[in-house]
């Protein structure tokens, strides 16, 4: 039993489950804040793009800033902070987040407006993967996989509220009181952190250098590459949805953040069914995932001429899409069990290259095929993350012989 595990034991007395269920709520809703933030930004390129008197496509680059610098930076400083109080670590990351979506709002330019992404985008990987530890130990070995999924709650609850709220709000009141909103809700949930979320002695620390053993393992590599295809299949299209809906679908603008909505609702099945399934067979659970998926986003520039049935691909699409999110994370940390907050953030980067890439793909595909080729380019990337879904089986089964 890791000293973690133990001192979350102690820290919950005899009352583990109740303290642990709370734990994990909290955490749960703190993600539910990071993720608006980090993704609210897709439903308002529209409209900043718009403001500042930029393309599209470079209004898109804000995505790919913050996903490669999550994808960058997050492994080391994961590594050099995962021995922290764990309380004071989250607490000091909501107050980052709440101090970029303040300087966001304020930019007059687009410049200004990139260095209020890399600041939380710094902060964001350490969340997630201590986070995820934090959860899966606090739950147990054969609960894991659920917890950990209760905490990714609150990245579907961002996409069913936060994101498509935030943009029906911004559409009121523009983009720049939607990070308002944004800085206040990261405030206030530093502040239900400092009251609620119980302290666990900080765990010791480990070299950089000995953690990142896992990187010699190929099939952990393996793992980590097929988190980056994934996300550049599911955000090569994402990026560009409410300019899909807007232009192809012809849906208006004040419209668009409802049929967000509608996206992240049925992501909360999605989710579900992620946790679930991703415990018996995590890779099992990606193929077929990533499969509906390629189906969803290819269905959807066919669709869009009828809203019934283009609502209907998106119900598809949603529930993989959302799916993935925890499956990725689960998968990733059950490859590395020895290493599982660093491996947690190391899933985290290799999703955020896979978001960064996504983007440009997509910004790419726009330029030289038209947006309606977006779902078809960003569908052919899943199925080629299937077939490297595949080749780690056949490596599990080498190397790892039941």
């Given at each position: 039993m890791s000293s973690l595990e133990t001192s979350a034991s102690t820290a919950v007395g005899g009352e583990r489950?109740?303290?642990?269920?709370?734990?994990?709520?909290?955490?749960?809703?703190?993600?539910?804040?990071?993720?608006?933030?980090?993704?609210?930004?897709?439903?308002?390129?529209?409209?900043?793009a718009r403001d500042l008197g930029i393309s599209i496509s470079a209004a898109g680059l804000l995505v790919t800033l913050f996903a490669f610098t999550v994808m960058l930076f997050g492994p080391p400083l994961t590594a050099m902070l995962s021995h922290l109080d764990r309380k004071r670590t989250f607490i000091a990351i909501l107050l980052i987040f709440a101090a970029s979506n303040a300087?966001?709002?304020?930019?007059?330019?687009?410049?200004?407006?990139?260095?209020?992404?890399f600041i939380p985008a710094l902060a964001?990987?350490?969340?997630?993967?201590?986070?995820?530890?934090?959860?899966?130990?606090?739950?147990?070995?054969?609960?894991?996989?659920?917890?950990?999924?209760?905490?990714?709650?609150?990245i579907s609850a961002a996409m069913l509220f936060g994101i498509p709220l935030g943009t029906v709000?911004?559409?009121?009141?523009?983009?720049?009181?939607?990070?308002?909103?944004?800085t206040a809700l990261c405030a206030l949930m530093a502040l239900l952190l400092a009251i609620f979320m119980p302290h666990l002695k900080p765990t010791a620390k480990v070299g950089l250098a000995e953690q990142a053993r896992i990187l010699r393992d190929p099939f952990f590599l393996t793992h980590l590459l097929l988190s980056i295809l994934l996300?550049?299949?599911?955000?090569?299209?994402?990026?560009?949805?409410?300019?899909?809906?807007e232009r192809i679908a012809g849906v208006e603008s004040a419209q668009v953040g409802w049929w967000l909505m509608g996206f992240g609702a049925v992501g909360l099945i999605g989710n579900a069914l992620g946790g679930r399934y991703v415990d018996r067979s995590p890779l099992g659970s990606t193929i077929v995932f990533a499969l509906l998926l390629a189906l969803g986003m290819t269905a959807s520039v066919p669709a869009a001429g009828s809203l019934p049935l283009l609502a209907a691909v998106l119900t598809v699409w949603g529930i993989?899409?959302?799916?993935?999110?925890?499956?990725?994370?689960?998968?990733?940390?059950?490859?590395?069990?020895?290493?599982?907050?660093?491996?947690?953030?190391?899933?985290?980067?290799?999703a955020n290259a896979g978001?960064?890439?996504?983007?440009?793909?997509?910004?790419?595909?726009?330029?030289?095929?038209?947006?309606?080729?977006?779902?078809?380019?960003?569908?052919?990337?899943?199925?080629?993350?299937?077939?490297?879904?595949?080749?780690?089986?056949?490596?599990?089964?080498?190397?790892?012989?039941?």
């Amino acid at each position: 039993m890791s000293s973690l595990e133990t001192s979350a034991s102690t820290a919950v007395g005899g009352e583990r489950s109740t303290g642990a269920s709370l734990a994990i709520a909290i955490l749960a809703i703190a993600g539910f804040v990071i993720v608006t933030t980090e993704f609210l930004i897709i439903g308002l390129l529209p409209g900043m793009a718009r403001d500042l008197g930029i393309s599209i496509s470079a209004a898109g680059l804000l995505v790919t800033l913050f996903a490669f610098t999550v994808m960058l930076f997050g492994p080391p400083l994961t590594a050099m902070l995962s021995h922290l109080d764990r309380k004071r670590t989250f607490i000091a990351i909501l107050l980052i987040f709440a101090a970029s979506n303040a300087l966001a709002a304020l930019s007059s330019n687009i410049w200004v407006l990139a260095f209020a992404r890399f600041i939380p985008a710094l902060a964001l990987p350490v969340f997630w993967g201590t986070a995820s530890e934090t959860a899966s130990l606090l739950a147990g070995p054969k609960q894991s996989g659920k917890a950990v999924a209760q905490v990714y709650l609150g990245i579907s609850a961002a996409m069913l509220f936060g994101i498509p709220l935030g943009t029906v709000f911004a559409d009121a009141v523009g983009w720049r009181g939607a990070f308002w909103a944004l800085t206040a809700l990261c405030a206030l949930m530093a502040l239900l952190l400092a009251i609620f979320m119980p302290h666990l002695k900080p765990t010791a620390k480990v070299g950089l250098a000995e953690q990142a053993r896992i990187l010699r393992d190929p099939f952990f590599l393996t793992h980590l590459l097929l988190s980056i295809l994934l996300f550049t299949a599911m955000f090569g299209a994402y990026t560009y949805l409410a300019d899909t809906l807007e232009r192809i679908a012809g849906v208006e603008s004040a419209q668009v953040g409802w049929w967000l909505m509608g996206f992240g609702a049925v992501g909360l099945i999605g989710n579900a069914l992620g946790g679930r399934y991703v415990d018996r067979s995590p890779l099992g659970s990606t193929i077929v995932f990533a499969l509906l998926l390629a189906l969803g986003m290819t269905a959807s520039v066919p669709a869009a001429g009828s809203l019934p049935l283009l609502a209907a691909v998106l119900t598809v699409w949603g529930i993989a899409h959302t799916a993935l999110f925890p499956i990725c994370q689960i998968r990733v940390m059950k490859a590395a069990p020895h290493a599982q907050a660093l491996a947690g953030t190391l899933n985290v980067s290799a999703a955020n290259a896979g978001i960064g890439l996504g983007s440009i793909i997509g910004g790419v595909t726009i330029e030289h095929l038209g947006l309606g080729a977006v779902g078809y380019v960003a569908a052919i990337v899943a199925v080629l993350s299937i077939a490297v879904a595949w080749l780690a089986i056949l490596q599990n089964r080498k190397a790892r012989p039941e």
